[in-house]
């Protein structure tokens, strides 16, 4: 079996603000790119048709990225799947794959939480809570990934660590 990369961490949080001040805080991390009230397109939760609201911000640390997720709505989705509403805790592990079919059928025997597309970059959680205590989430090796990940890094090679320029809103 060949090895994953792991590219990034994610927590879900009550309060995106909060959270991107507290991580700066305690770590030193930033800045945070931030996207407020992602769309989703063919959105699926647990094989049901199902939009959530939710917003993210993310910045690199060391290897891997942190990425910070605010559900805005109290619907079921991959998020509260793990998290309940008011609570911080940490949600999933991210990796991109090459070929996100094969990546998929690897997994066959793992329940698909949520999956859709931003843009048209497939993406999925997988739920290996039980197993790992964490979703693994699968994204689609595609340009916009790509470029969307290195501005991240890009971001956090060039700041200065001033918290006025902490967030900043894609």
Do not use: C
């Amino acid at each position: 079996m060949i090895p994953l990369d792991i590219l990034q961490y994610a927590f879900v949080v009550p309060n995106l603000d909060a959270a991107m001040h507290e991580w700066h805080r305690t770590f030193g991390v930033g800045p945070f790119l931030v996207n407020r009230d992602l769309q989703i397109a063919d959105a699926l939760h647990r094989g049901k048709p199902r939009a959530v609201r939710f917003s993210t911000a993310v910045a690199q640390s060391g290897s891997v990225q942190i990425e910070l997720v605010e559900q805005h709505d109290d619907g079921p989705s991959a998020f509260r799947d793990t998290v309940p509403a008011g609570e911080t805790r940490f949600h999933h592990v991210a990796i991109i794959a090459d070929d996100f079919d094969a990546a998929l059928a690897r997994y066959a025997d793992v329940e698909i939480a949520a999956q859709g597309r931003f843009g048209d970059i497939r993406f999925v959680y997988l739920d290996t809570s039980a197993t790992l205590g964490a979703m693994l989430e699968i994204l689609e090796d595609r340009p916009a990934i790509r470029a969307f990940f290195a501005a991240i890094r890009k971001a956090a090679e060039r700041w200065d660590g001033d918290p006025a320029t902490l967030v900043r809103v894609l």
